[in-house]
């Protein structure tokens, strides 16, 4: 049986935490946020203190990163909407992330709530 990319996002939320945005809000200051779009969605606006590294790149990048080194980290995962989100997350507890968890909605629900957006133009990496 083939599967959509819906279907592979359904069966990544199955073995996902994923948060709304008021557990978002709380959980903000003390994790680590993790945006999985693509640069130019990145240097558009994001959420405050977010680290982009590109859900294509994820898996190889992750670890570069001294704060995303750490198995037990506390992060926080969003994409636009939350499908790469989730499926970011799920692979990431693959690797052996204890403490993951996506927001529900993604980058498009929190900037449409009027939550605070950053837009400085500054990547990881570059």
């Not at 709304?20 to 993790?34: H, N, R, S």
């Not at 945006?35 to 990145?42: I, L, Q, T, W």
């Not at 993604?106 to 449409?112: L, R």
Request: net charge negative; glycine share 8%; proline share 5%.
């Amino acid at each position: 049986m083939s599967m959509t990319p819906m279907d592979l996002v359904a069966e990544a939320r199955a073995q996902i935490t994923e948060i709304d945005l008021a557990a978002a809000q709380v959980a903000l200051p003390g994790a680590l946020v993790l945006d999985v779009r693509e640069p130019a969605e990145f240097d558009a606006g994001r959420l405050p203190g977010a680290i982009n590294i590109p859900r294509g790149l994820l898996e190889f990048k992750i670890g570069d990163h001294p704060a995303l080194s750490k198995k037990d980290a506390d992060i926080l995962i969003y994409c636009k909407t939350s499908g790469r989100a989730a499926l970011a997350a799920a692979n990431l507890k693959r690797m052996g992330y204890t403490q993951v968890r996506s927001i529900h909605g993604g980058f498009d629900a929190w900037s449409q709530a009027g939550l605070a957006v950053e837009k400085e133009a500054t990547q990881f990496g570059e």
